[in-house]
């Protein structure tokens, strides 16, 4: 069976690689910009690019791709689709600060403004309009809790937090484990958060994508807000690195999961798994 993971130059190459050495099947990691030749493959995976090849089965169609990536227009579907997400401001009239200001395509914490007023407001969108970028305009929520939520074929396969390192990291608005001030824990199956599992699992699915990340906060008050879904996320640790691989095993043997989930009979981590990832008997993670 011929797999090919597909992805952008500077983005996912050891993410990629960890797949490929611990999977099953053999699989070829490729640059899109390299790309030779249009013999049919098996099976495809993008890892966040929208470039084609011929396939008999695809992870993640580059349409599904491409609205992730375009941060307006997905959140304007989370909101015509009932996930929570903060509000967002058509214009820069009528609005109530603070707000955040982004490119509609970003990564990471970078181009990150916060604006308190008007005139902060306008620099900002001055600055993202002078790289030649299109922006969106959103509530700013102040986070107590930062979690990643990583899925596959609608099934939740890890979960992390981001943690800041110290009460001053916790003050800051925008978390970042690039810069050294946060660090990502992993959540052990029995603590998982249901509710945010599941707002992630209605991301996913809304978006269209078989596979990604979705970052969602949580303010004082328990409130769950779904801020963007990553289709290439960065997978840091070996033991995601093995997750993501057995869950890709998984599919290549049997297909993508069938049954649909009954959301309100779910009360904890074991209705949310996937089932290449089943407990053994005294309940650990790999």
Known sequence: MSIVILRRRKLGLTSCRSIKK???GNIDVLRND?????????LLIRWGCTSQIPSKRTLNKAEAISLTNNKLKSRKLFVEQGVNTPKLYTDNKDVSYPVVVRPTNHSQGRMFFLCKNEDELGRAI??????????YISEYINKDREFGIFVFNNRVTSVIEKVPKT???????????????HR????????WNVKVCKLALQAVKV???????VDIITDSEGNDYVLEVNSAHS????????VFAKCLDYYISNGPVQNELVFKSINSF???????????KKGNNL
């Open 22 to 24: 611990y999977a099953i």
């Open 34 to 42: 390299r790309i030779t030749g249009n013999k049919e493959v098996d």
């Open 126 to 135: 001055d600055r993202i309009h002078f790289l030649d970028k299109d922006f």
């Open 167 to 181: 009460e001053e990291a916790k003050k800051a608005h925008a978390w970042n484990v690039a810069k050294g001030t």
């Open 184 to 191: 990502f824990e992993n959540v052990k199956w029995a603590d």
């Open 207 to 213: 978006l269209g994508l078989d596979f990604g990340r």
């Open 235 to 242: 997978l840091t640790s070996e033991y995601r690195q093995k």
């Open 270 to 280: 074991k209705g949310l798994i996937h089932p290449a990832l089943r407990p053994n």
